[in-house]
């Protein structure tokens, strides 16, 4: 409880420090529905999970957008809260979820998104 304790506000902080001014940030909290799957606690990632990944998706599709996620999820560092690196990589695939940046994006430089 008290990992998805810290992940939330790890989360919430993220959607409220916008970088730019964009609102790419803003569905982040909804990655709270994925911190079980993410943290190793259950086996496949839920339908709220999923919906909150493809909120992500269809709300990140400008460059800036895109950027502005990217360097909210750098900022974040998520690999460093729990998360399991490769839970992150697979749960796009495992909900069917383009997303135009990795939950990690730790060697992409996000301002040369496009």
């Known amino acids: 409880?008290?990992?998805?304790?810290?992940?939330?506000?790890?989360?919430?902080?993220?959607s409220t420090?916008?970088?730019h001014g964009s609102d790419a940030?803003?569905?982040l909290p909804g990655l709270l529905n994925c911190a079980?799957?993410?943290?190793g606690s259950v086996s496949s990632?839920?339908?709220?999970c999923c919906k909150?990944?493809?909120?992500?998706?269809?709300?990140?599709?400008k460059r800036e957008d895109k950027r502005e996620l990217c360097k909210c999820l750098k900022?974040?560092?998520l690999k460093h809260k729990g998360v399991i690196l490769d839970r992150a990589k697979a749960i796009p695939r495992l909900c069917k979820v383009q997303l135009p940046v990795?939950?990690?994006p730790d060697k992409i430089d996000c301002d040369r998104i496009n």
Do not use: R
């Open 1 to 14: 409880m008290v990992l998805y304790s810290v992940f939330w506000a790890v989360i919430l902080l993220a």
């Open 17 to 19: 420090n916008s970088v």
């Open 25 to 27: 940030c803003t569905g």
């Open 36 to 39: 079980p799957f993410l943290m």
């Open 45 to 48: 990632p839920d339908a709220k």
């Open 52 to 61: 909150s990944l493809k909120w992500l998706s269809q709300h990140a599709i």
């Open 75 to 77: 900022i974040e560092d």
């Open 102 to 104: 990795p939950l990690i």
